[in-house]
């Protein structure tokens, strides 16, 4: 039996997911996708194979990932009563796009761990809401395939800049041509971090040909092979690992993207502030104060913790967005506080992925808009221009 995913919510997001769900249990019915993340990673887990789930969650020692949250927790929100909030507005816009709400899916490879879909599954879940997806540079399915599922739905795609610069170029002219509305340039995976799960499982799912539909599908990549990569996966894969990474990128290279489009250009993986205020002084037309969910740098500092400081840096000429550790609406709501635009939401839709596929990350990202909405409502918050510091503890 096909699996049917619900329509999209709209106004009162909040009030009306939970009456979906009080209502359903009243025949009994308990959902396939857990609201309880600390489930629904436990059922994510027990979906996969373990080399799988290792990869898709591996992170060090996960002293960053602890950090991340810690960050979060350490921020405390002060509601305000007696404001009228019958009526809330989640929407935002960014780069001329109006969004439902605050939140775009971060880039997340390899997804055909999770499922048999993929990024297909992902890329029609996020269009039924109206959320950006992020194509990443690491993806089982292209970029195309992706754009043409989502129809006029916002997408953006994520570069990582390798040693060819051709090849490069021309996986963000592909992006252009099929509807990406930014390039988002991840700037802290110049080298894989030192993953142990990873391993000890001895395994990277590239040197297996998984996560690299981008490349295989592209027309400099498959013109530096002897054969096509569909005659020899090993050659193709081979080749991703000579050219994926590139520590020698700068400032001075990462300019040249600016003769290659038009689109706006978010520079990921950024946390110090010096860095941020060097990107808004350049003219970068976006940041994201991100640490790769804690995948990079062991006993890095947690991202939140950054976010003001980066936020400051910027100095309202670019917009800063969040990614790493959001899990829940009061980390929307807090991050929007300290003066980020948009979050980017990883793992959590990773696991409703692999639980249900489609209608999975269409449930995580209804389950996150609505407990974003009602935490603006019990905060006194009408909509998203009027969370400021001021509705966060000291």
């Not at 490069?168 to 110049?190: F, K, N, P, Q």
């Not at 520079?267 to 010096?274: A, E, T, V």
Request: net charge neutral; glycine share 10%.
């Amino acid at each position: 039996m096909a699996t049917v995913v619900p329509p999209p919510l709209s106004g009162g997001r909040g009030p009306r997911r939970q009456g979906a769900l009080y209502s359903g249990g009243l025949t009994g019915e308990r959902p396939v996708v857990p609201a309880l993340l600390l489930e629904l990673k436990a059922a994510a887990e027990r979906a996969m194979e373990p080399r799988a789930y290792g990869y898709l969650h591996s992170a060090g020692m996960h002293r960053t990932v602890d950090a991340n949250r810690a960050a979060l927790d350490a921020l405390r929100i002060v509601p305000r009563m007696l404001r009228n909030v019958a009526v809330r507005d989640t929407s935002t816009t960014l780069f001329g796009r109006t969004l439902p709400a605050p939140v775009l899916l971060a880039p997340i490879g390899v997804q055909e761990l999770a499922h048999p879909e993929a990024d297909l599954a992902t890329a029609r879940a996020a269009a039924s809401r109206g959320v950006p997806m992020i194509f990443s540079n690491q993806a089982s399915v292209p970029m195309e395939a992706c754009a043409t599922a989502m129809g006029d739905a916002p997408r953006w795609f994520q570069l990582y800049w390798g040693k060819n610069d051709d090849f490069a170029r021309s996986l963000v002219e592909r992006a252009e041509a099929c509807g990406c509305e930014a390039i988002v340039v991840t700037l802290d995976t110049t080298m894989l971090g030192w993953r142990p799960v990873d391993l000890d499982h001895q395994f990277l799912p590239f040197m297996l040909g998984q996560g690299l539909a981008q490349y295989t599908s592209d027309p400099v990549f498959r013109s530096l092979l002897q054969r096509p990569p569909e005659e020899d996966v090993l050659a193709a894969a081979q080749l991703f690992s000579r050219i994926y990474s590139d520590p020698s990128l700068d400032w001075e290279r990462l300019r040249s993207i600016r003769r290659w489009t038009k689109l706006p250009v978010v520079l990921k993986g950024i946390q110090h502030p010096r860095d941020a205020a060097h990107a808004a002084a350049e003219g970068w037309d976006a940041i994201v104060v991100s640490n790769h969910g804690g995948r990079q740098v062991d006993g890095a500092v947690g991202s939140a913790a950054c976010l003001a400081a980066c936020v400051d840096a910027v100095g309202g000429r670019c917009p800063v967005l969040f990614d790493s550790g959001v899990r829940g609406g009061a980390d929307v709501f807090k991050a929007l506080a300290l003066g980020a635009t948009a979050v980017l939401l990883g793992r959590p839709y990773i696991w409703g992925l692999a639980v249900a596929g489609e209608a999975g990350v269409a449930a995580v990202i209804d389950n996150l808009v609505a407990d974003f909405d009602l935490t603006m409502g019990l905060a006194g918050v009408k909509d998203v221009g009027e969370i400021t510091r001021e509705w966060l503890a000291g």
